[in-house]
């Protein structure tokens, strides 16, 4: 299926989501999915838009529960799309930050386990099969937009890439 035909379908998405990551020089902390959807998998920490929120709020909030840190401050890197045709209920509008800085330590807690990683070791084989094709990007340094289309397995089926300068709502 393409990308442009189910979007012509579909209709607007309303699930908004975050998505952060944490960057110490040459080192990326990801988390250890322990149960739900993505176990098993590593990830950044995130979570849903709740109502009254920004989506900045959002990935601070997650990044606390999951993690226990405070990001100082956030950058936005990457606006995704995610569809799954055949589950319209889990499409989700992603929107990834990373911080620099932060107060306190990550920790394991109930739901992940956070550990760094060096640039040229990050588990690829391990996690979303999307992430491959978008975090190198992001890692040095480029903006980028993506939609990216996956099968009942979970799967990437189909996706699109694109550089940019800015994102509209940061």
Partial sequence: MLITDYLNQRGPIRTQTSLAFMLNKNQLLLALKKHGFGKGKWNGVGGKLLPGESIEQT??????????????????????????????????????FVAESWEGKPVETEEMKPRWFDFTEIPFQQMWPDDSIWLPEVLKGNLVKATFLFDPDNLLNNHTLERVSQFSNS
Wanted: aromatic share 14%; proline share 8%.
């Fill in 59 to 96: 990935a601070t909030r997650e990044m606390f529960e999951e993690i226990g840190v405070k990001p100082l401050k956030l950058k936005q890197v990457a606006l995704f799309t995610f569809l799954y045709p055949f589950d319209p209920q889990s499409d989700q509008i992603v929107h990834v």
